[in-house]
């Protein structure tokens, strides 16, 4: 017997068709609507505000739930005060990408802890960039079977120079730890 005498004699089997009844019978939860919960509480529009509050309570009560009124964060700040520090920042930012060391260290706009702190956040980030492009490009390398020696001269002596640059800076860093 073959697969498809097989299945054909199935197909015409009692069983078979009492099956596919009972599945054509069948229902899901997918054909269920579901509630809409952002304003499940919430009464028509262009009802007053009292009505608002005495309506979403009793709602709220007959399904043993409690309002509970909206807080502040305790951190949080107004749009104005982070526009006010962010501008602060980018203008200290300005100052180290674009003037002498002798403007940074007198920029009157944070403290002295404040710009140390900032300056390792931003080398942080820096590294964090660094390390992505440098994975990119060795998984590029490693992929198309790219040979050393297809490099070009220059190429070589920029990432000589880069080793050298990351050895400085570690040192640095280290200074600036301890």
């Not at 089997?13 to 499940?40: H, L, W």
């Not at 005060?81 to 300005?94: I, L, N």
Request: no cysteine; net charge positive; proline share 2%.
């Amino acid at each position: 017997m073959n697969i498809e005498s097989f299945i054909k004699k199935l197909q015409e089997s009692e069983e078979f068709r009492i099956f596919t009844d009972e599945m054509n019978e069948m229902s899901t939860t997918a054909g269920v609507d579901g509630y809409q919960t952002p304003k499940a509480f919430s009464p028509q529009s262009g009802e007053g505000k009292e009505k608002f509050d005495d309506q979403t309570k009793d709602n709220a009560e007959q399904f043993g739930y409690k309002l509970v009124p909206k807080q502040k964060r305790r951190n949080s700040i107004s749009k104005e005060e982070f526009v006010k520090q962010e501008s602060a920042y980018k203008q200290s930012m300005s100052v180290l990408h674009e003037t002498s060391y002798k403007l940074y260290k007198t920029d009157g706009t944070r403290s002295t802890n404040q710009k140390i702190n900032q300056s390792i956040k931003e080398i942080n980030h820096s590294i964090y960039k660094i390390e992505r492009i440098v994975a990119h490009a060795s998984r590029l390398k490693m992929e198309m079977g790219v040979d050393q020696r297809t490099l070009w001269n220059s190429s070589h002596k920029r990432l000589y120079k880069i080793g050298e640059r990351l050895n400085r800076i570690s040192k640095k860093i280290n200074e600036l730890g301890v």
